[in-house]
T-cell receptor, first 114, second 114 residues
């Protein structure tokens, strides 16, 4: 079946603009995670969704970052007033409930803030 | 808090050489341990896992044993191939939580030459 998909694959934006990144998890996966992969910080957890709720937002780096999930499926990560330090690859992963450690990752969105 | 430390790379080997990538961890709970691999141009993939002490995870000729006494989960392969060239990430998930929030090491770049 289809894996986790993310769009766009690449995004170049100007400093100060808002961006939206989309994640389509594997059908039936109730858990969804966002991570960020950057040169300086490695791979960092951002937020976890179970269904449409986000019980763990502890990794979001600032209040410019927000995420939502609708219908227990698609998730959108929004970054407002982008800064150069936001440049990174944003990864989405999903898993079945009860098999939370078997996460399937999408290909990522490479965000470049100029 | 939780943390993962990987041996620094990059690692360059000739085909058929023996591979070890060291990984040690610090965790407040009783974690599950993983190795993920990222092949060039592809997304993160789960390579192997171990969920309790002395478990050995294995896949594609790679092995890693969960050593609680040394808090380690070193990745090994007896004979590497050019196709093993990739970035390898050690990770943990604290089973004290009900979900699989992953903490990653910095990643080790492996290049295998013919």
């Amino acid at each position: 079946g289809a894996g986790v998909s993310q769009s766009p694959s690449n995004k170049v934006t100007e400093k100060g603009k808002d961006v939206e990144l989309r994640c389509d998890p594997i059908s039936g996966h109730t858990a969804l995670y966002w991570y960020r992969q950057s040169l300086g910080q490695g791979l960092e957890f951002l937020i976890y969704f179970q269904g449409n709720s986000a019980p763990d937002k502890s990794g979001l780096p600032s209040d410019r970052f927000s995420a939502e999930r609708t219908g227990g499926s698609v998730s959108t990560l929004t970054i407002q007033r982008t800064q150069q330090e936001d440049s990174a690859v944003y990864l989405c992963a999903s898993s079945l409930e009860g098999l939370a450690y078997e996460q399937y990752f999408g290909p990522g969105t490479r965000l470049t803030v100029t | 808090g939780n943390s993962v430390t990987q041996m620094e790379g990059p690692v360059t080997l000739s085909e058929e050489a023996f591979l070890t990538i060291n990984c040690t961890y610090t965790a407040t709970g009783y974690p599950s341990l993983f190795w993920y691999v990222q092949y060039p141009g592809e997304g993160l993939q789960l390579l192997l896992k171990a969920t309790k002490a002395d478990d050995k995870g294995s896949n594609k000729g790679f092995e890693a044993t969960y050593r609680k006494e040394t808090t380690s989960f070193h990745l090994e392969k007896g004979s590497v191939q050019v196709s093993d060239s990739a970035v390898y990430f050690c990770a943990l998930s604290d089973r004290g939580t009900s979900y699989g929030k992953l903490t990653f090491g910095q990643g080790t770049i492996l290049t295998v030459h013919p």
